[in-house]
Protein backbone atom coordinates (compact mmCIF):
# COMPACT_ATOMS: atom_id res chain seq x y z
CA UNK A 1 0.00 0.00 0.00
CA UNK A 2 1.12 3.56 -1.13
CA UNK A 3 0.52 6.59 1.25
CA UNK A 4 0.41 10.45 0.17
CA UNK A 5 0.79 13.30 2.74
CA UNK A 6 -0.64 15.86 0.83
CA UNK A 7 -1.13 19.71 1.01
CA UNK A 8 1.39 20.49 3.69
CA UNK A 9 4.90 22.26 4.13
CA UNK A 10 7.28 19.85 4.54
CA UNK A 11 9.97 21.64 7.56
CA UNK A 12 13.54 19.88 8.31
CA UNK A 13 16.40 20.71 10.21
CA UNK A 14 17.34 23.17 7.36
CA UNK A 15 14.64 23.93 4.83
CA UNK A 16 10.94 24.79 5.02
CA UNK A 17 8.61 24.45 2.05
CA UNK A 18 5.26 22.80 0.03
CA UNK A 19 5.44 19.02 -1.31
CA UNK A 20 3.55 15.88 -0.86
CA UNK A 21 4.84 13.03 1.10
CA UNK A 22 4.96 9.63 -0.82
CA UNK A 23 5.96 6.46 1.50
CA UNK A 24 5.84 3.14 0.43
CA UNK A 25 7.34 0.00 2.21
CA UNK A 26 7.63 1.79 5.16
CA UNK A 27 10.13 4.72 3.55
CA UNK A 28 9.78 7.88 2.08
CA UNK A 29 9.48 6.85 -1.50
CA UNK A 30 9.06 10.65 -3.51
CA UNK A 31 8.93 14.20 -2.44
CA UNK A 32 6.98 16.76 -5.03
CA UNK A 33 3.42 18.04 -6.20
CA UNK A 34 0.28 16.50 -6.80
CA UNK A 35 1.62 12.98 -5.81
CA UNK A 36 -1.23 9.88 -5.70
CA UNK A 37 -1.21 7.23 -3.11
CA UNK A 38 -3.75 4.66 -1.95
CA UNK A 39 -4.17 6.40 1.18
CA UNK A 40 -4.50 10.16 1.75
CA UNK A 41 -3.66 11.97 4.53
CA UNK A 42 -4.42 15.68 4.30
CA UNK A 43 -1.79 18.18 6.26
CA UNK A 44 -3.83 21.13 4.96
CA UNK A 45 -2.38 23.75 7.67
CA UNK A 46 0.35 21.56 8.90
CA UNK A 47 3.57 20.95 9.25
CA UNK A 48 5.53 17.58 7.94
CA UNK A 49 8.29 16.96 10.08
CA UNK A 50 10.80 14.15 10.85
CA UNK A 51 9.31 12.83 13.89
CA UNK A 52 10.75 13.43 17.20
CA UNK A 53 13.67 11.01 18.90
CA UNK A 54 13.88 11.31 22.35
CA UNK A 55 17.60 9.84 22.93
CA UNK A 56 17.25 9.41 26.74
CA UNK A 57 14.18 7.10 28.44
CA UNK A 58 14.24 4.66 31.33
CA UNK A 59 11.19 2.10 30.07
CA UNK A 60 10.57 -0.56 32.84
CA UNK A 61 13.94 0.21 34.20
CA UNK A 62 15.05 -1.67 37.95
CA UNK A 63 16.10 1.61 40.17
CA UNK A 64 15.99 2.43 43.86
CA UNK A 65 14.48 -0.66 45.06
CA UNK A 66 11.61 -0.21 42.17
CA UNK A 67 10.79 -0.31 38.20
CA UNK A 68 10.09 2.31 36.24
CA UNK A 69 5.93 2.01 35.78
CA UNK A 70 6.13 3.38 31.85
CA UNK A 71 7.28 0.06 29.69
CA UNK A 72 8.25 -0.26 25.99
CA UNK A 73 3.92 -0.69 25.52
CA UNK A 74 2.85 2.40 27.60
CA UNK A 75 6.40 4.51 26.66
CA UNK A 76 6.55 3.97 22.71
CA UNK A 77 2.28 4.76 23.15
CA UNK A 78 3.43 7.94 25.10
CA UNK A 79 6.28 9.09 22.99
CA UNK A 80 3.71 8.04 19.17
CA UNK A 81 1.05 9.85 20.94
CA UNK A 82 3.33 12.91 21.24
CA UNK A 83 5.26 13.00 17.84
CA UNK A 84 8.17 10.53 19.10
CA UNK A 85 9.24 7.93 16.44
CA UNK A 86 11.96 6.99 18.00
CA UNK A 87 13.65 6.61 21.49
CA UNK A 88 17.02 5.33 22.85
CA UNK A 89 16.59 3.86 26.38
CA UNK A 90 19.37 2.71 28.85
CA UNK A 91 20.43 -1.15 29.27
CA UNK A 92 21.84 -1.22 32.70
CA UNK A 93 23.92 -4.04 34.19
CA UNK A 94 24.23 -4.59 37.27
CA UNK A 95 27.49 -4.49 39.35
CA UNK A 96 29.45 -7.66 38.00
CA UNK A 97 26.55 -8.60 35.38
CA UNK A 98 27.52 -9.31 31.85
CA UNK A 99 27.31 -6.59 29.77
CA UNK A 100 25.81 -9.20 27.01
CA UNK A 101 23.55 -10.58 29.90
CA UNK A 102 21.74 -7.55 30.24
CA UNK A 103 21.31 -6.84 27.08
CA UNK A 104 19.27 -10.16 26.68
CA UNK A 105 17.03 -9.14 29.44
CA UNK A 106 16.60 -5.46 27.68
CA UNK A 107 15.87 -7.37 24.73
CA UNK A 108 13.35 -9.12 26.65
CA UNK A 109 11.19 -5.99 27.36
CA UNK A 110 11.13 -4.52 24.07
CA UNK A 111 8.51 -6.75 22.17
CA UNK A 112 5.62 -4.39 23.27
CA UNK A 113 7.48 -1.40 21.63
CA UNK A 114 4.88 0.34 18.63
CA UNK A 115 7.90 2.72 17.62
CA UNK A 116 11.60 1.86 16.79
CA UNK A 117 13.90 2.22 19.61
CA UNK A 118 17.46 1.62 20.10
CA UNK A 119 19.93 0.84 23.38
CA UNK A 120 22.56 2.99 25.02
CA UNK A 121 24.93 0.37 27.11
CA UNK A 122 25.86 1.70 30.55
CA UNK A 123 29.12 1.14 31.64
CA UNK A 124 28.76 0.31 35.74
CA UNK A 125 31.51 -1.53 36.77
CA UNK A 126 35.17 -1.83 35.41
CA UNK A 127 37.35 -5.15 34.40
CA UNK A 128 38.68 -6.83 31.45
CA UNK A 129 35.11 -8.88 30.78
CA UNK A 130 33.55 -5.47 30.41
CA UNK A 131 36.26 -4.22 28.29
CA UNK A 132 36.05 -7.33 25.47
CA UNK A 133 31.97 -7.38 25.97
CA UNK A 134 32.33 -3.71 24.80
CA UNK A 135 33.52 -4.94 21.18
CA UNK A 136 30.42 -7.64 20.97
CA UNK A 137 27.95 -4.85 21.91
CA UNK A 138 29.51 -2.64 19.82
CA UNK A 139 28.56 -5.43 16.97
CA UNK A 140 25.22 -5.56 18.05
CA UNK A 141 24.78 -2.20 16.80
CA UNK A 142 24.84 -0.24 19.98
CA UNK A 143 27.47 2.14 20.07
CA UNK A 144 26.88 4.69 22.99
CA UNK A 145 27.86 3.58 26.43
CA UNK A 146 26.80 5.72 29.34
CA UNK A 147 28.83 6.51 32.86
CA UNK A 148 27.35 7.63 35.89
CA UNK A 149 29.06 10.08 37.63
CA UNK A 150 26.79 10.06 40.12
CA UNK A 151 24.22 7.36 42.05
CA UNK A 152 27.75 6.25 44.89
CA UNK A 153 27.32 2.76 45.77
CA UNK A 154 25.01 1.50 43.15
CA UNK A 155 25.63 2.49 39.39
CA UNK A 156 28.39 5.20 39.87
CA UNK A 157 31.96 4.88 38.18
CA UNK A 158 35.05 6.31 39.48
CA UNK A 159 37.69 8.81 37.30
CA UNK A 160 39.76 5.58 36.59
CA UNK A 161 36.96 3.91 35.43
CA UNK A 162 35.61 6.17 33.31
CA UNK A 163 39.18 6.88 31.36
CA UNK A 164 39.56 3.10 30.63
CA UNK A 165 36.32 2.79 29.05
CA UNK A 166 36.69 6.19 27.17
CA UNK A 167 40.03 5.15 25.53
CA UNK A 168 37.98 1.46 24.67
CA UNK A 169 35.39 3.94 23.52
CA UNK A 170 38.04 5.61 21.02
CA UNK A 171 39.01 2.62 19.99
CA UNK A 172 35.92 0.91 18.79
CA UNK A 173 34.67 4.27 17.24
CA UNK A 174 31.61 4.46 20.25
CA UNK A 175 30.10 7.30 21.84
CA UNK A 176 30.12 7.91 25.67
CA UNK A 177 27.62 9.66 27.40
CA UNK A 178 27.71 11.25 31.23
CA UNK A 179 25.58 11.63 33.69
CA UNK A 180 27.91 14.07 35.09
CA UNK A 181 26.95 15.23 39.20
CA UNK A 182 30.12 14.76 41.85
CA UNK A 183 28.83 11.51 43.40
CA UNK A 184 31.10 11.54 45.95
CA UNK A 185 29.99 15.24 47.04
CA UNK A 186 26.52 14.60 46.70
CA UNK A 187 26.37 11.69 49.09
CA UNK A 188 27.83 13.59 51.85
CA UNK A 189 25.90 16.11 51.48
CA UNK A 190 23.07 14.15 51.22
CA UNK A 191 24.09 12.73 54.95
CA UNK A 192 24.70 16.20 56.36
CA UNK A 193 21.24 17.09 55.37
CA UNK A 194 19.57 13.76 56.69
CA UNK A 195 21.76 14.19 59.98
CA UNK A 196 20.27 18.04 60.35
CA UNK A 197 16.54 16.80 59.88
CA UNK A 198 16.53 17.89 56.07
CA UNK A 199 14.44 14.86 55.30
CA UNK A 200 12.03 16.44 53.05
CA UNK A 201 11.68 16.35 49.13
CA UNK A 202 13.41 20.19 48.63
CA UNK A 203 16.56 18.96 50.10
CA UNK A 204 17.32 16.53 47.26
CA UNK A 205 17.65 19.85 45.16
CA UNK A 206 20.08 20.85 48.34
CA UNK A 207 22.38 17.85 48.10
CA UNK A 208 22.95 18.72 44.41
CA UNK A 209 23.63 22.04 43.52
CA UNK A 210 24.65 23.42 40.06
CA UNK A 211 28.26 23.19 41.30
CA UNK A 212 28.43 19.38 41.34
CA UNK A 213 27.04 19.27 37.82
CA UNK A 214 29.56 21.61 36.58
CA UNK A 215 32.03 19.95 38.33
CA UNK A 216 31.86 16.74 37.14
CA UNK A 217 31.25 18.02 33.40
CA UNK A 218 34.01 19.70 33.15
CA UNK A 219 36.28 16.48 34.53
CA UNK A 220 34.47 14.27 31.98
CA UNK A 221 35.39 16.87 29.48
CA UNK A 222 38.95 16.52 30.32
CA UNK A 223 38.89 12.61 30.55
CA UNK A 224 37.32 12.77 27.02
CA UNK A 225 39.83 14.81 25.55
CA UNK A 226 42.63 12.81 27.24
CA UNK A 227 40.90 9.37 25.60
CA UNK A 228 40.59 11.17 22.18
CA UNK A 229 36.87 10.56 22.11
CA UNK A 230 33.53 12.80 21.62
CA UNK A 231 31.15 13.14 24.67
CA UNK A 232 27.63 13.63 25.42
CA UNK A 233 26.39 15.24 28.83
CA UNK A 234 22.80 13.97 29.68
CA UNK A 235 20.46 15.83 30.96
CA UNK A 236 22.40 19.10 31.16
CA UNK A 237 20.57 21.35 33.68
CA UNK A 238 22.51 24.11 34.89
CA UNK A 239 25.01 27.41 33.29
CA UNK A 240 27.98 25.91 34.96
CA UNK A 241 27.59 22.66 33.15
CA UNK A 242 26.75 24.61 29.93
CA UNK A 243 29.27 26.81 30.39
CA UNK A 244 32.17 24.14 30.56
CA UNK A 245 30.33 22.61 27.44
CA UNK A 246 30.17 25.59 25.84
CA UNK A 247 33.81 26.30 26.49
CA UNK A 248 35.17 23.17 25.39
CA UNK A 249 33.47 23.54 21.93
CA UNK A 250 35.11 26.96 21.39
CA UNK A 251 38.41 25.26 22.07
CA UNK A 252 37.44 22.42 18.87
CA UNK A 253 36.48 19.85 21.37
CA UNK A 254 33.61 17.51 20.15
CA UNK A 255 30.91 17.46 23.26
CA UNK A 256 27.27 17.64 23.17
CA UNK A 257 24.85 18.83 26.26
CA UNK A 258 21.29 17.49 26.47
CA UNK A 259 18.80 19.80 28.05
CA UNK A 260 15.47 18.08 29.10
CA UNK A 261 12.16 19.69 28.46
CA UNK A 262 11.68 19.34 31.93
CA UNK A 263 14.58 21.74 32.80
CA UNK A 264 13.41 23.90 30.20
CA UNK A 265 9.93 25.13 31.62
CA UNK A 266 10.16 23.66 35.54
CA UNK A 267 11.85 25.26 38.11
CA UNK A 268 13.36 24.94 41.83
CA UNK A 269 10.27 26.04 43.45
CA UNK A 270 8.29 22.98 42.64
CA UNK A 271 10.46 21.57 45.67
CA UNK A 272 8.81 24.20 48.09
CA UNK A 273 5.08 23.11 47.49
CA UNK A 274 3.81 22.23 51.02
CA UNK A 275 2.12 18.96 49.35
CA UNK A 276 4.81 16.40 49.76
CA UNK A 277 3.47 14.02 46.92
CA UNK A 278 3.65 17.20 44.77
CA UNK A 279 7.15 17.86 45.03
CA UNK A 280 8.49 14.12 45.71
CA UNK A 281 6.76 13.56 42.05
CA UNK A 282 9.26 16.22 40.52
CA UNK A 283 12.31 14.53 42.06
CA UNK A 284 14.67 13.91 39.66
CA UNK A 285 18.34 14.01 39.08
CA UNK A 286 20.04 16.80 37.86
CA UNK A 287 17.03 18.54 39.98
CA UNK A 288 14.89 21.69 38.30
CA UNK A 289 16.83 24.46 38.79
CA UNK A 290 16.20 28.30 38.76
CA UNK A 291 14.92 30.81 35.86
CA UNK A 292 18.92 32.08 35.56
CA UNK A 293 19.79 28.20 34.33
CA UNK A 294 16.42 28.40 32.11
CA UNK A 295 17.81 31.01 30.26
CA UNK A 296 21.18 29.85 29.99
CA UNK A 297 19.38 26.72 28.31
CA UNK A 298 17.28 28.33 26.07
CA UNK A 299 20.14 30.51 24.28
CA UNK A 300 22.34 27.56 24.43
CA UNK A 301 19.60 25.72 21.89
CA UNK A 302 19.20 28.55 19.68
CA UNK A 303 23.46 29.54 19.81
CA UNK A 304 24.33 25.81 19.07
CA UNK A 305 26.14 24.90 22.23
CA UNK A 306 23.28 22.47 23.11
CA UNK A 307 22.04 20.34 20.94
CA UNK A 308 19.00 17.76 22.14
CA UNK A 309 16.33 18.22 23.58
CA UNK A 310 15.51 14.92 25.94
CA UNK A 311 13.20 13.59 28.54
CA UNK A 312 14.81 11.75 30.39
CA UNK A 313 11.44 10.27 30.89
CA UNK A 314 11.74 7.42 34.02
CA UNK A 315 8.02 7.69 35.66
CA UNK A 316 7.36 6.68 39.06
CA UNK A 317 3.95 6.56 40.51
CA UNK A 318 2.89 8.48 43.73
CA UNK A 319 3.07 5.52 45.82
CA UNK A 320 6.02 4.58 44.40
CA UNK A 321 7.70 8.17 45.40
CA UNK A 322 6.35 7.52 48.95
CA UNK A 323 9.08 4.87 49.34
CA UNK A 324 11.14 8.10 50.34
CA UNK A 325 8.69 9.63 52.34
CA UNK A 326 10.91 10.08 55.62
CA UNK A 327 13.80 10.35 53.93
CA UNK A 328 14.34 12.18 50.53
CA UNK A 329 16.96 10.15 49.49
CA UNK A 330 14.81 7.23 49.00
CA UNK A 331 12.47 8.72 46.54
CA UNK A 332 12.69 7.16 43.18
CA UNK A 333 14.52 9.63 40.85
CA UNK A 334 12.72 10.45 37.59
CA UNK A 335 9.90 11.99 36.02
CA UNK A 336 7.92 11.78 32.85
CA UNK A 337 7.62 13.88 29.93
CA UNK A 338 8.07 11.80 26.42
CA UNK A 339 4.30 12.80 25.61
CA UNK A 340 4.43 16.15 26.11
CA UNK A 341 8.11 16.85 25.05
CA UNK A 342 7.10 18.51 21.59
CA UNK A 343 3.92 19.98 22.23
CA UNK A 344 5.57 21.69 25.50
CA UNK A 345 8.82 22.79 23.04
CA UNK A 346 6.75 23.65 20.37
CA UNK A 347 4.69 25.98 22.96
CA UNK A 348 7.50 27.45 24.81
CA UNK A 349 10.46 27.45 22.32
CA UNK A 350 9.07 28.11 18.78
CA UNK A 351 5.09 29.83 19.48
CA UNK A 352 7.63 32.01 21.68
CA UNK A 353 10.49 33.09 18.87
CA UNK A 354 12.96 31.60 21.38
CA UNK A 355 13.12 28.74 18.11
CA UNK A 356 12.80 28.73 14.71
CA UNK A 357 10.63 25.83 13.24
CA UNK A 358 13.89 24.20 11.54
CA UNK A 359 15.76 24.20 15.34
CA UNK A 360 13.10 22.83 16.66
CA UNK A 361 13.24 19.84 14.24
CA UNK A 362 17.17 20.01 14.63
CA UNK A 363 16.61 19.83 18.47
CA UNK A 364 13.99 17.45 18.53
CA UNK A 365 15.30 15.01 15.91
CA UNK A 366 18.07 15.97 13.40
CA UNK A 367 20.67 16.43 15.67
CA UNK A 368 20.46 13.41 17.53
CA UNK A 369 20.07 11.15 14.46
CA UNK A 370 23.45 13.20 13.34
CA UNK A 371 25.00 12.40 16.54
CA UNK A 372 23.99 8.51 16.71
CA UNK A 373 24.97 8.45 13.24
CA UNK A 374 21.01 7.19 12.40
CA UNK A 375 21.15 10.10 9.73
CA UNK A 376 19.54 10.72 7.00
CA UNK A 377 17.41 7.01 8.25
CA UNK A 378 15.96 8.59 11.00
CA UNK A 379 15.45 12.27 11.75
CA UNK A 380 15.51 13.55 7.92
CA UNK A 381 12.34 13.76 5.36
CA UNK A 382 14.44 12.58 2.61
CA UNK A 383 13.96 9.90 -0.52
CA UNK A 384 14.77 6.41 1.24
CA UNK A 385 14.48 8.03 4.87
CA UNK A 386 12.28 5.72 7.25
CA UNK A 387 9.03 7.36 7.32
CA UNK A 388 8.78 7.69 10.92
CA UNK A 389 6.85 11.33 10.61
CA UNK A 390 4.62 13.33 12.19
CA UNK A 391 2.03 15.52 10.75
CA UNK A 392 2.21 18.63 12.57
CA UNK A 393 -1.09 21.05 13.52
CA UNK A 394 0.20 24.41 14.67
CA UNK A 395 -3.34 25.31 15.66
CA UNK A 396 -4.61 22.31 17.69
CA UNK A 397 -4.66 22.66 21.21
CA UNK A 398 -4.73 21.30 24.77
CA UNK A 399 -4.75 21.82 28.43
CA UNK A 400 -2.23 18.59 29.50
CA UNK A 401 -4.28 16.33 32.12
CA UNK A 402 -2.55 13.23 33.96
CA UNK A 403 -6.08 11.88 33.37
CA UNK A 404 -5.90 11.99 29.78
CA UNK A 405 -2.43 11.01 29.07
CA UNK A 406 -0.79 7.45 27.77
CA UNK A 407 1.77 7.05 30.59
CA UNK A 408 0.69 4.78 33.14
CA UNK A 409 1.53 6.93 36.27
CA UNK A 410 -1.02 9.14 38.11
CA UNK A 411 0.36 12.40 37.83
CA UNK A 412 1.93 14.76 34.95
CA UNK A 413 4.60 16.81 35.82
CA UNK A 414 3.43 19.31 33.27
CA UNK A 415 -0.32 19.29 34.34
CA UNK A 416 -2.41 22.05 33.88
CA UNK A 417 0.43 23.95 30.97
CA UNK A 418 -1.77 24.86 27.87
CA UNK A 419 -0.05 23.52 24.77
CA UNK A 420 -0.55 25.37 21.44
CA UNK A 421 0.64 22.95 18.44
CA UNK A 422 -0.04 18.56 18.53
CA UNK A 423 0.34 15.96 16.27
CA UNK A 424 -2.95 15.41 13.49
CA UNK A 425 -1.07 12.01 12.26
CA UNK A 426 2.20 10.59 13.63
CA UNK A 427 3.76 7.56 11.17
CA UNK A 428 6.07 4.88 12.39
CA UNK A 429 7.95 3.60 9.54
CA UNK A 430 4.97 4.53 7.50
CA UNK A 431 1.98 2.88 9.90
CA UNK A 432 -0.70 5.52 10.80
CA UNK A 433 -0.10 5.39 14.49
CA UNK A 434 -1.96 9.00 15.77
CA UNK A 435 -4.83 10.42 14.35
CA UNK A 436 -5.71 13.19 16.43
CA UNK A 437 -6.47 11.77 19.82
CA UNK A 438 -7.04 8.36 18.26
CA UNK A 439 -4.23 6.16 19.16
CA UNK A 440 -3.74 2.99 16.74
CA UNK A 441 -0.50 1.90 17.77
CA UNK A 442 0.42 -1.50 17.04
CA UNK A 443 2.01 -3.41 19.54
CA UNK A 444 5.12 -5.08 18.33
CA UNK A 445 5.40 -2.89 15.66
CA UNK A 446 8.45 -0.97 17.05
CA UNK A 447 12.02 -2.74 16.03
CA UNK A 448 15.61 -2.55 17.27
CA UNK A 449 17.63 0.04 15.42
CA UNK A 450 21.51 -0.99 14.82
CA UNK A 451 24.14 1.62 14.59
CA UNK A 452 27.67 1.66 12.92
CA UNK A 453 30.18 2.82 15.15
CA UNK A 454 32.52 5.55 13.74
CA UNK A 455 30.64 8.09 12.23
CA UNK A 456 32.24 11.52 11.23
CA UNK A 457 33.06 13.35 14.18
CA UNK A 458 34.53 10.17 16.18
CA UNK A 459 36.91 9.34 12.84
CA UNK A 460 37.91 13.34 11.99
CA UNK A 461 38.98 13.41 15.92
CA UNK A 462 40.64 10.11 15.83
CA UNK A 463 42.38 11.11 12.94
CA UNK A 464 43.48 14.66 14.35
CA UNK A 465 44.37 12.25 17.75
CA UNK A 466 46.98 10.33 15.63
CA UNK A 467 48.29 13.56 13.98
CA UNK A 468 49.16 15.36 16.71
CA UNK A 469 49.90 12.53 19.84
CA UNK A 470 53.06 12.24 21.26
CA UNK A 471 56.36 11.49 19.20
CA UNK A 472 59.79 10.72 20.61
CA UNK A 473 62.30 12.98 19.62
CA UNK A 474 64.84 11.37 17.58
CA UNK A 475 68.18 12.56 18.37
CA UNK A 476 72.25 11.73 18.20
CA UNK A 477 74.94 11.89 20.23
CA UNK A 478 72.91 10.97 23.70
CA UNK A 479 75.44 11.08 26.56
CA UNK A 480 76.62 8.30 28.13
CA UNK A 481 74.40 7.37 31.61
CA UNK A 482 75.86 6.22 34.65
CA UNK A 483 79.27 7.86 34.01
O1 LIG B 1 16.41 11.27 38.06
C1 LIG B 1 16.69 10.68 37.02
N1 LIG B 1 17.28 11.37 36.06
N2 LIG B 1 16.38 9.38 36.88
C2 LIG B 1 16.71 8.53 35.82
C3 LIG B 1 18.11 8.02 35.90
C4 LIG B 1 19.09 9.05 35.44
O2 LIG B 1 19.89 9.54 36.22
O3 LIG B 1 19.09 9.41 34.26
ZN1 LIG C 1 21.08 10.50 34.76
ZN1 LIG D 1 18.40 9.11 32.60
ZN1 LIG E 1 3.54 -3.11 11.90
Known amino acids: MTTVIKNGTIVTADMTYEGDVKIAHGKIVEIGRHLEGEEVLDATGCYVMPGGIDPHTHLEMPFMGTYSSDDFESGTRAALAGGTTMVVDFCLPSPNQSLLEALAMWDNKTGKASCDFSFHMAVTWWGEQVWKEMAEVVDRGITSFKHFMAYKGALMVDDDEMFSSFQRCAELGALPLVHAENGDVVAQMTQKLLDAGNNGPEAHAYSRPPEV ?244 VNRALSQWKEISAPRKVERSGIPATGV
Open 213 to 456: EGEATNRAIMIADMAGVPLYVVHTSCEQAHEAIRRARAKGMRVYGEPLIQHLVLDETEYFNTDWDYAARRVMSPPFRNKQHQDSLWAGLQSGSLQVVATDHCAFTTQQKRFGVDNFAKIPNGTGGLEDRLPVLWTKGVNTGRLTMNEFVAVTSTNIAKILNLYPRKGAIVLGADADIVVWDPKRSKTIKADSQQSVIDYNVFEGIEVTGLPRFVLSRGKVSIVENEVRTEVGHGKFVAREPRNP
